[in-house]
């Protein structure tokens, strides 16, 4: 467990809102110099606390107006492995998340397509012939917020 300070969580959550602001303007903002502000993130790096940054497309504007949130259960455990199902499922561009869970379903994949005849292709051709792919729930999604998380609600998180 890393022990975080209140300058540490600040700039977690100031990276959690936009990962692109640089050293410099986080230390201004937060009364640290650009390397002294540098030396805290790569910090939190190397401890595995922030995982890379990532660029957050609209896939809607890319013309993926449907998202949808499948559960999948294996048809027969055992007899094909978890990685194989990976593997495969993963290799669907469509295919955003692969999630292995405990529930209902083994795995929850977020899936993209153009509409719902294109989700119904992707489906039906792609992940429903997958090594064993079983039953499948499907969730549209209709609208996503992406809030803070627990970050900003408790005052000591992490440490």
């Known amino acids: ?17 936009d990962a692109t602001q640089s050293a410099a ?3 201004q903002r937060y009364g640290l110099s650009q390397p002294a502000t ?11 606390i922030l995982k890379g940054r990532r660029l957050r497309l609209d896939a809607e504007k890319l013309g993926f107006g449907v998202t949808v949130f499948l559960g999948v259960k294996l ?9 194989d199902f990976e593997r495969a499922v993963s290799a669907i ?4 998340t692969v999630e292995h869970v405990l529930g209902l379903y083994d795995y929850r994949l977020r899936v993209v397509a153009r509409d719902l005849p294109d989700f119904e292709r992707v489906l039906r051709r792609r992940i429903m012939t997958l090594p064993g792919a079983g039953e499948v729930e499907a969730n549209v999604l209709l609208s996503e917020e992406r809030l803070p998380g627990p ?7 992490i440490a």
């Open 38 to 48: 540098w030396r805290r993130i790569r910090r939190l790096e190397e401890a595995r």
């Open 1 to 17: 467990m890393t022990a975080l300070d209140e300058i540490d969580r600040q700039l977690i959550l100031a990276l959690a809102r």
């Open 93 to 96: 561009p469509e295919v955003q």
């Open 151 to 157: 970050l900003s609600a408790s005052p000591d998180p």
């Open 75 to 83: 048809a027969i455990k055992g007899r094909v492995s978890l990685e």
């Open 25 to 27: 303007v986080l230390g």
